[in-house]
């Protein structure tokens, strides 16, 4: 499966960016999508998902600020960030997860200034 992120940006805080991703290639067991961050000198860190049966989980870090979503009948899926802080600074990875394994591809970069 190839995942590409677009929509990042820059932002100043309190602000609002919408991110999408475009699935393409094999779709095969994919069970879940979501979205990983990485900021600079931290680890990784699943932000939110969506299971095949519309069930989504939010990082405590994000809940209340952002919403995952996905388009009926595929895999494309978005997310909407709101209220955006300087923490939430970071690279923004699609992610497909297969079985219990997250893949991702290439990201997208979201700077929230001060």
């Known amino acids: 499966v190839q995942l590409q992120a677009s929509g990042g940006g820059s932002v100043q805080a309190g602000g609002s960016l919408g991110l999408s991703c475009a699935v393409s290639g094999s779709t095969f067991g994919i069970n879940a999508m979501g979205w990983i961050r990485q900021a600079p000198g931290k680890q990784r860190e699943l932000v939110a998902s969506?299971?095949?049966?519309?069930?989504?989980n939010y990082a405590d870090s994000v809940k209340g600020r952002f919403t995952i979503s996905n388009d009926s009948g595929n895999y494309t899926v978005h997310l909407q960030m709101n209220s955006l802080k300087p923490e939430d600074t970071a690279v923004y990875f699609c992610a497909a997860r297969i079985n219990r394994d997250w893949s991702w591809g290439q990201g997208t970069q979201v700077t929230v200034s001060s």
């Open positions: 969506i299971t095949s049966g519309g069930y989504t």
